[in-house]
């Protein structure tokens, strides 16, 4: 599996990015994928992530993004796509996408449960 994330950017407190992540390679569920960020000083952590299912899938949040972050795929461009509305300086970081042929029903949260990475993009948040 490929990916490669695109979509950051500058943006001001209180605006929105949408980051895209596209994927190449096995992409047939289930599996999980997800978003990381990785700010200057900070160890990289979890966003949010789905796990993908034939029937569906079922996402989760850091409890930093709840309620202002969405993620979400559109299987037919094998694309996953992180909508980040409300932004704070404080979400400022390189975000990463990141994906594994896991599944166990829910997104995993850990790091080293994804074996797949795309390169990141940057996020910028100006107060």
């Known amino acids: 599996v490929q990916l490669q994330a695109f979509g950051g950017g500058l943006v001001q407190a209180g605006g929105s990015v949408r980051l895209s992540c596209a994927a190449s390679?096995?992409?047939?569920?289930?599996?999980?994928v997800g978003w990381f960020r990785h700010a200057p000083g900070k160890e990289r952590e979890f966003v949010a992530g789905i796990a993908i299912s034939r029937t569906g899938g079922n996402t989760a949040y850091a409890d930093s993004v709840k309620g202002r972050f969405n993620i979400s795929r559109d299987n037919s461009k094998n694309t996953l796509y992180l909508q980040m509305n409300s932004l704070k300086p404080e979400d400022t970081a390189v975000y990463y996408c990141?994906?594994?042929?896991?599944?166990?029903?829910?997104?995993?949260?850990?790091?080293?449960?994804?074996?797949?990475w795309g390169q990141g993009t940057q996020v910028t948040v100006s107060s």
């Open positions: 990141a994906a594994t042929i896991k599944y166990y029903g829910r997104p995993y949260r850990t790091i080293r449960d994804y074996e797949y």
């Open positions: 390679g096995r992409t047939s569920s289930p599996y999980t």
